[in-house]
Nanobody, 128 residues
């Protein structure tokens, strides 16, 4: 059983930065596929980035890859998402999720259905 708690969201001007954190408790998270998802009102929940047990990072597209950095601290059982050069279209509820290791190696890691554990979400609002 894994419990996830996100923090670090807030309101920021376009071009600003935020660093989201996801604290994991229960089962150790270092050996799992861990990902960040976001969902805006009226839109589908989409994968933003994921990180493999060995630390290799995956990003949904080049736009995200150039601005966001996913990382983990195994000693603290914490997942991070550093977001830079934020845009209004980044506004969404951001969720941390955990899946079996094989999900990160699959081509469907961006889909939420493969993740068994979810945090409550943290709101990110970017204004112009």
């Amino acid at each position: 059983q894994v419990q996830l708690v996100e923090s670090g969201g807030g309101s920021v001007q376009a071009g600003g930065s935020l660093r989201l954190s996801c604290a994991a408790s229960g089962d150790p998270s270092s050996g799992y596929c861990m990902g960040w998802f976001r969902q805006a009102p009226g839109k589908e929940r989409e994968g933003v980035a994921a990180i493999l047990p060995g630390g290799y990072s995956l990003y949904s597209d080049d736009s995200v890859k150039g601005r966001f950095i996913i990382s983990r601290d195994n000693a603290k059982n914490t997942l991070y998402l550093e977001m830079n050069s934020l845009k209004p279209e980044d506004t969404a509820m951001y969720y941390c999720a955990v899946a079996s290791t094989h999900v990160c190696w699959s081509g469907s890691w961006r889909r939420p259905n493969g993740y068994a554990y979810w945090g409550q979400g943290t709101q990110v609002t970017v204004s112009s």
